[in-house]
């Protein structure tokens, strides 16, 4: 468990032990959320799943759909949520589900109970994962640890080698890297390392796409159903905030037009890839309004507050992956307190 997800975990079991997500709950629970899911999928007993935090299990989607219907909160879809923020509708509390990426998971195990539910869900797509031009490169990096005793990479134009032996030391050595690649001041830089990376250590970094990722005929199947929204998320999953104006403003609207083309209704919505404040800020804010969308969200954590109306470009987000996967936390993390404390009980950062 990294640093920030234990801190996040013991201030959440100090909320709900200490029951003060109730009392909490009128100043920090907003209108509603949008809550940030990835993989859904049965766990795997693998030592070293440094990606686990992008995954829940189906009983626990399930379960959390229950609990949140229970609590009274309705879940909408993002074309509903806009519309309520637009008009002031806040009868009742809110919630939509978000799914990044646009796995396979979302289609073969994630849909048939969301279905079931009748249950309004968002898909954000990355263009060059169906056309199986992504790069899925935390994955490919988790793919070279795992296999690998020792890795070299050249550091600021220093040979360094690592071991990796452990599953401690890949799961260390796995933090280190990702982070300074996240770290990297260009995308260019950062793509560059990891397709060296797998180049020399036998990772196709392109079959993730075809292994994880729906096809377009897989996408077009979940967008024929009106539960379904499907949002744009850039071509090449970038982090924004590191190109060019030029570059990220094409790669906005380039994905907007490749979905247009191949579902034939042009996207609505954005998804800032990453999304936190060192991967999407205010031009890219600007940018997503000017190219039409009606809401973009981010991973800032947070909840909606009728107040967010004014910024339906920074959306925060509550993440119900991974770390935090106990019905106990989705309460706490529903009620607004844990991302409350997080921010500070500042309510709208668009900053
Ligand atoms: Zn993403």
Redesign the pocket.
């Known amino acids: 468990m990294g640093l920030k997800q234990a801190i996040i975990r013991t201030g959440l079991e100090a909320l709900y032990f200490s029951g003060s997500h109730r009392w909490l709950r009128p100043f920090v629970g907003g209108v509603g959320a949008i809550l940030t899911l990835?993989h859904v999928r049965p766990r795997r007993h693998d030592g070293f799943q440094p990606n686990r935090l992008r995954e829940v299990t189906p009983r626990f989607l399930e379960a959390a759909i229950k609990t949140i219907r229970r609590s009274g909160i309705e879940l909408v879809s993002l074309d509903e949520m806009h519309r309520r923020l637009s008009t002031g509708d806040f009868a009742r509390r809110f919630a939509c589900l978000t799914f990044?990426?646009g796995y396979r998971d979302t289609l073969r195990l994630a849909y048939p109970i969301l279905r079931r539910h009748g249950v309004p869900f968002a898909i954000?797509i990355?263009t060059s994962f169906p056309d199986r031009l992504g790069e899925l490169w935390w994955l490919a990096l988790e793919a070279v640890i795992a296999r690998k005793e020792r890795i070299g990479l050249v550091i600021d134009d220093e040979d360094r080698r690592f071991d990796c032996r452990t599953v401690k030391e890949k799961q260390n050595l796995f933090d280190a890297l990702y982070w300074w690649l996240r770290g990297r001041k260009t995308e260019e830089e950062l793509r560059h390392v990891i397709r060296d990376l797998a180049a020399r250590y036998g990772v196709e970094l392109r079959a993730f796409c075809d292994e994880l990722c729906m096809s377009w005929a897989e996408i077009a199947e979940l967008a024929a159903d009106p539960l379904v929204t499907i949002g744009a998320?850039t071509v090449n999953?970038c982090m924004l905030k590191k190109l060019g104006d030029e570059a990220a403003r094409s790669e906005m609207r380039e994905s907007a037009a490749v979905l247009e083309a191949a579902l034939g209704t042009r996207p609505r919505h954005f998804?800032d890839?990453?999304g936190d404040p060192a991967s999407a800020g205010p031009r890219e804010f600007a940018i997503a309004g000017e190219l039409g969308f009606k809401t973009a969200v981010t991973a800032r954590p947070g909840v909606v507050f009728a107040e967010h109306r004014e910024h339906l470009m920074a959306l925060p987000r509550v993440s119900l992956d991974g770390e935090y996967q106990q019905r106990r936390f989705l309460r706490v993390l529903l009620s607004g307190a844990g991302t409350a404390v997080w921010n500070g009980f500042r309510r709208v950062d668009a900053a």
């Open positions: 990835h990044d990426d954000y990355p998320h999953h998804c890839p990453f």
